[in-house]
């Protein structure tokens, strides 16, 4: 007997509330899920994250099946996988011949293109684990000069009532305490041990395969111990809001050798592909701040980092697709230095963020923001570039995340369309926010001359090649009065090490 509905799910919607699973017929209706090659490759994606959501799908499947559900897995070892989430839709539409097929929006414009022009009538459903809807984002941005992520976490705090007092107004008596939450990590201070989820059977099978089928990938599949289903998920939630969330406000912007975590929570990867919900999540930071366990600087913070940053990027990702990932506002060209594959560099804080990126497919926000991103901008790295790298080595990263933190709030490439104004920065910020400055071989007091870190003369130069229309931006204009007041002779020099370090970059020499 035919199908009544076919429902695809894809590796990021692992959700039993998902649009597409409401309301299912568990006698007629099928399930579809397919590990495809496209996906996993179109990128060079870490082997750490093709495990994470290879084995979360296989997981979740499992849990389906457990409810009663049918449910076909297409494994990709499978001699007749198509090798596309497009060509698996067509195989099995054509196999079981359902009356309706039925799928949630992606989170990829790409592969949502690919899958509404395969030639299979579908059902969308809206991704109601969004708070924001594709359409309400659009409704609220429609007719605003300026996008920006302020006014638009203001209505979603009034819209959800997290942190409000009962008259409307800020817990608080401020939206945003994002000041309090930029204090390095003193002498002394010590994170919580990372929580370690030992792999079971399916992950172990999960991890052979990536290890046999992605060996040009960058990226280590050692010691993987995330959480792939979302009970595993809540562990580390739990262990997060008891061991890290009273200081991650005041120390979510630090950095330090040998720390890849330190306050993090690292649930961003299990939050994007559906393994915890994150309205629920939120109610508990708050429930956490009102019986006193952390104070309102941690708890406003994160909870601006997923109703706030996180449904505003989404909110333009979509609003702005496919015309967006073009942004290139200063006609970068240039290729990503090897060292982003292979984390050599004698750049302390790239070493330091690269290796830890390679090794556990993560990095928090500030290293990504002001030591990989931070030195793409300077250096004019292509946005395409560095889109794709970070969009491959991170395992929470999906496009319609990773693409407007990159191109827009990173590289400023979408002309300030989401970030006011460019995150440039010299040597002298990452010395403020970390110790990599002194392991390094660099002296971050030098500005020029071999010994000279880097960062500085990048960022001088950087300054001037973009003086139009920078110097005109009121939010940066200030650093070229400090341009101003240096000396010809000095100004110079500035510019001509740059020149001398991005020669260096194009010569594939190490920095
Ligand atoms: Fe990074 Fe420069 Fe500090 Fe070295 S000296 S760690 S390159 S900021």
Same mark, same amino acid.
């Given at each position: 007997m035919s199908a009544r509905r076919l429902i695809l799910i894809l590796g990021d919607q692992l959700t039993h509330g998902l649009g597409a699973l409401? /309301?299912?017929? +568990?006698?007629?209706d099928h399930v579809l899920l397919a590990e495809v090659m496209e996906e996993a490759s179109h990128v060079p994606h870490h082997p750490k994250k093709i495990a994470l959501i290879f084995s979360a799908m296989r997981h979740f499947s499992e849990a389906l099946r457990a409810r009663g559900i049918q449910v076909h897995y297409v494994t990709l070892d499978d001699p007749d996988n198509s090798g596309s989430l497009a060509g698996e839709l067509l195989r099995w539409t054509q196999r079981l011949d359902p009356a309706e097929v039925h799928l949630t929006e992606c989170g990829d414009w790409r592969l949502e293109q690919a899958l509404r022009h395969c030639g299979v009538p579908i059902h969308w459903h809206q991704d109601s684990r969004f708070i924001c809807s594709r359409d309400a984002f659009a409704a609220w941005a429609k007719g605003r000069k300026q996008l920006r992520m302020e006014f638009f976490y203001r209505e979603m705090r009034r819209d959800s009532g997290?942190?409000?007092?009962? /008259?409307?107004t800020p817990e608080g008596g401020a939206w945003n305490f994002d000041a309090d939450n930029r204090k390095a990590l003193p002498k002394g201070v010590r994170p919580p041990a990372p929580l370690s989820i030992e792999p079971d059977a399916i992950t172990r099978d999960v991890l052979a395969l990536v290890e046999r089928r992605f060996t040009s990938h960058y990226g280590s599949l050692e010691g993987f111990d995330y959480p792939v289903t979302a009970e595993q998920a809540e562990h580390l939630w739990q262990y997060f809001l008891a061991q890290g969330l009273a200081d991650f406000g005041d120390y979510q912007d630090a950095m330090a050798d040998g720390e890849p975590f330190l306050f993090h929570s690292r649930i961003s990867a299990a939050l994007n592909i559906g393994l915890l919900d994150l309205r629920r999540i939120c109610a508990e930071v708050e429930a956490a701040y009102r019986a006193g366990d952390v104070p309102l600087n941690a708890a406003e913070g994160f909870i601006r980092q997923l109703i706030g940053w996180r449904e505003y990027v989404r909110g333009i990702y979509w609003l702005r697709m496919p015309e967006y990932a073009e942004g290139n506002r200063f006609g970068n060209s240039r290729a990503l230095p090897e060292f982003y594959w292979t984390?050599?560099? +004698?750049?302390n804080c790239m070493r330091q963020a690269i290796g830890q990126t390679l090794e556990h497919a993560y990095a928090h926000h500030i290293q990504r923001l002001m030591a990989t991103g931070n030195f793409a901008l300077l250096a004019g790295i292509a946005p395409k570039a560095i889109c794709d790298w970070y969009l491959a080595v991170y395992m929470d990263a999906f496009d319609w995340v990773e693409l407007p933190n990159t191109?827009?709030?990173?590289?400023h490439a979408d002309g300030?369309?989401?970030?006011?104004?460019?995150y440039c920065a010299s040597g002298q910020y990452i010395k403020c926010m970390s110790n990599h400055c002194q392991g390094c071989s660099y002296k971050v007091s030098e500005s020029t001359g071999e010994s000279a870190c880097p960062f500085n003369a990048l960022y001088w130069h950087f300054l001037m090649r973009h +003086?139009?229309?920078?110097? +005109?931006n009121p939010r940066i204009g200030m650093v070229y009065r400090n341009l101003a007041r240096m000396t010809e002779a000095k100004q110079q020099a500035l510019w001509d090490w740059g020149e001398r370090l991005l020669a260096k970059l194009d010569a594939g020499e190490m920095l």
């Open positions: 409401k /309301d299912i017929d +568990r006698e007629h997290l942190l409000l007092n009962l /008259d409307g984390g050599k560099t +004698r750049m191109l827009g709030m990173v590289m300030g369309y989401l970030g006011s104004k460019p +003086r139009e229309p920078l110097e +005109r």
